[in-house]
């Protein structure tokens, strides 16, 4: 059965744990935080050291697995086998080892939870084994998030650790750590630890904790185009020079290519309101003045060049027409063609 990180969460915390999870999927953060739990939740200290088997893919077969998961627990409830790097089976991938595990998931045993921790792949669904999975284990496919999509992570997750977090703060986490939730988690878990629950996470905080400096990063880079404010952006970009290799121009042509390609949404949305924009930009509703003004400076004829003047930059990034020049002048070179 395909079920999602919170449902599955959700059980296990209530104590109900199933026969089989196959967790699989490029995203590991979840695979991990379902695997750790029950590691760390299922038996207790007790009951863990003759009840719970941790297997490694490399160094096993399906049928060392089976064999493991038909065992019956000592002395406790039920008995844990967790696979780790489940991808590395030994014989997952051919017809004998799918058949053995398929036919363990017609007949599991109740008093073992066998979990297989797959990251970064997936079961090859088109094989036996894939159906099998969705109908007869708790089946978890994950995938990274997009860009769009991690700033509305990070206001969730600070919220469930009982944080408000601001929108500036949340865009500086994401340009600065991308989609990499296992970053994201700690980084914001050594935010919260230094916080009362209730607090608002501020980018002074980030500043401090994680090491992003709230004024010289790519969204304040982002503020002094759009404002056309040269004397702010140059000083960013000094900044940002003056140690090229902490501060890589691919990250923040990527951060402004986003911002720009929302310019265009802009331009070409049909409902103008306030929140018809939001809608379309994807957008909270009270950011979207802050693009109307850029837009007044960006028609979209220039929005499309901008748009343009980023590809080659990102080409030159990686080599392409740029001749020995370096990457700092390709920022610098960027920056004044957006701003000019």
Known sequence: MAVTPEQILQQLKAGKYEPVYFLQGEEPYYIDQIS????????????KGFNQTIMYGKDVSASQIVTAARRFPMMAERQVVIVK????????NKEEGQKLLMNYLDNPVPSTVLVFAHKHKKVDGRKPLSKALSKKAILLTTTKLRDYEVPKWIEGYAKDKGFNIGY????????????????????????????????????????????INKDYNVFELQNAISKGDVLKANRIVNYF?????????????????????????????????????????????????????????YPIDKVMQCISLLREADLKSKGVNSGSMPEEEILRELVFKLMH
């Open 241 to 297: 020079a003056a140690n090229i290799r902490a501060n890589s121009i691919i990250p923040m042509i990527a951060v402004l290519f986003s911002y720009y390609s929302k310019l265009l949404l802009l331009h070409s949305a049909k409902d103008k309101s306030d929140s018809g924009l939001a809608r379309a930009m994807g957008l909270p509703p009270f950011v979207v003045k802050d693009y109307k003004v850029a837009a007044a400076r």
């Open 168 to 211: 500036q703060s949340v865009q500086m986490l994401a340009e600065y750590l991308g989609n990499n939730l296992e970053r994201l988690s700690n980084e914001i878990s050594k935010i919260s630890i230094n916080l009362k629950v209730g607090e608002e996470i501020t980018p002074e905080h980030i500043q401090k904790y994680v090491g």
């Open 36 to 47: 750790d739990f029950i590691e760390d939740n299922c038996l207790n200290e007790t009951e």
């Open 85 to 92: 790097e489940a991808k590395e089976i030994q014989d997952i």
